[in-house]
């Protein structure tokens, strides 16, 4: 009896070590595989007898929405210089359309899918968050359409490897890797804290933000999740201050961001201040003068690519009388993007699918394209720096 418990308890012991050895080594990674697509064809071009490459924007445009304001402008500019352009076989005219609706779930999604079948958009650039982007995402993944997204840095998006979807921005996990290993770990900060906002682009960054801060050695002293809008800020604020933090990460919309401000001054809240990406954030004049000093990332490593940024600008401003922010470099570069792989000779939306992964490499303003196997951009470098 003794010698077939310990035999039991040996092949018990394999076992274990056979199990340990296949949780070390899985049997596949994401994002180990090329993405493949042998569905239907949606859009044939030959059988469309299309007389104008159609590209679709779903994006607002107005004073009031800055980041659809900027997408905008650097997507129209795009479309107006290959027009413009001579040196390409396909002399089909490149027309940009854009639809948008304020409820992203409901019309919005009715226009997404005007875009792609009454529009007969080849592919589509949008939304202006990441909320907007997922609404987007469902369509053109029902629909067979390319779709680039950018603005979004929602992981998720090229995660689910959907073959459709491409991303320009760097990812959230990335920027906030960045932001705790070059921004809070060498000021030697013990005690962080994070206020984040309850939408979708709020949730998914506190959750790489603080998936960072714990794999650092640094879980946050108190995360605090608001909602856009309707919170009382300045409650928020002083309960900030009773934490008596190193440090603190706020990941709020731009709105929220500037009403908060002058509470956490208010309550001589004195900690170095890190922000990632906020599209639509303009920190000319922010408000935080007499706090710590303020770190925030910036999506585009510009010295990377100054000769082809540079001459954006130009071209920007010549164009619009203004300077253009990461949104607008993003809405250009996207545009480009699909124009380069548009007018290679493609056969419908399948084929320019193709066309879009097999760009890595292509440069545009805001830098070199290499996609991962989910349709990331894995060149998209972002930047810590000091407003």
Not at 97 to 122: H, Y
Request: net charge negative; charged share 20%.
């Amino acid at each position: 009896m003794a010698q077939t418990l310990r035999l039991m308890s040996m092949a018990l012991l394999f076992v274990a070590v056979a199990l340990a050895a296949s949780a070390r080594e899985p049997y596949k990674e994401m994002l180990a595989e090329e993405q493949v697509f042998t569905g239907t064809e949606t859009l044939p071009l030959d059988a469309a007898n299309t007389d104008a490459i159609v590209i679709g924007l779903f994006a607002p445009d107005g004073e009031n929405h800055p980041v659809g304001r900027a997408l905008t402008r650097g997507a129209t500019l795009a479309i107006e210089e290959a027009n413009a352009a001579e040196g390409h076989s396909d002399r089909r005219p490149i027309r940009l359309v854009r639809r948008w609706a304020d409820d992203p779930w409901g019309a919005g999604s009715k226009e997404i899918i005007k875009l792609v079948f009454e529009d007969n958009a080849w592919a589509l650039i949008g939304g202006p968050d990441g909320a907007t982007t997922h609404v987007a995402q469902q369509v053109a993944t029902k629909a067979h359409i390319p779709l680039v997204a950018p603005v979004s840095s929602d992981p998720s998006l090229t995660h689910t490897r959907v073959p459709w979807i491409f991303r320009l921005p760097p990812d959230d996990a990335v920027q906030a890797a960045l932001l705790v290993k070059e921004g809070i770990a060498p000021l030697g900060i013990e005690r962080v804290g994070l206020v984040s906002s309850t939408d979708h682009d709020g949730r998914t960054a506190a959750a790489e933000i603080v998936a960072a801060l714990e794999s650092a050695g640094l879980p946050p002293a108190f995360h605090l999740e608001i909602a856009p809008v309707t919170e009382d800020l300045e409650s928020v604020a002083r309960q900030v201050a009773t934490f008596e933090v190193d440090g603190l990460v706020l990941r709020l919309a731009p709105a929220d961001l500037r009403r908060m401000a002058p509470f956490l001054v208010a309550e001589g809240i004195e900690a170095p201040i890190f922000l990632p990406w906020i599209p639509g954030l303009d920190l000319d004049g922010f408000p935080l003068a007499t706090t710590g000093p303020i770190r925030t990332i910036t999506p585009i490593d510009l010295p990377r690519s100054c000769g082809p940024y540079l001459k954006f600008v130009r071209a920007f401003v010549r164009r619009y009388g203004a300077k253009p922010t990461p949104e607008a470099v993003y809405g250009y570069d996207a545009a480009g993007l699909l124009v380069a792989a548009a007018r290679s000779g493609v056969t419908g939306r399948v084929d320019l699918r193709e066309r879009i992964a097999a760009l890595s490499g292509w440069v545009g303003s805001g830098g070199e394209v290499d996609w991962d196997t989910g349709g990331g951009n894995q060149a998209a470098a972002p930047v810590l720096s000091t407003p």
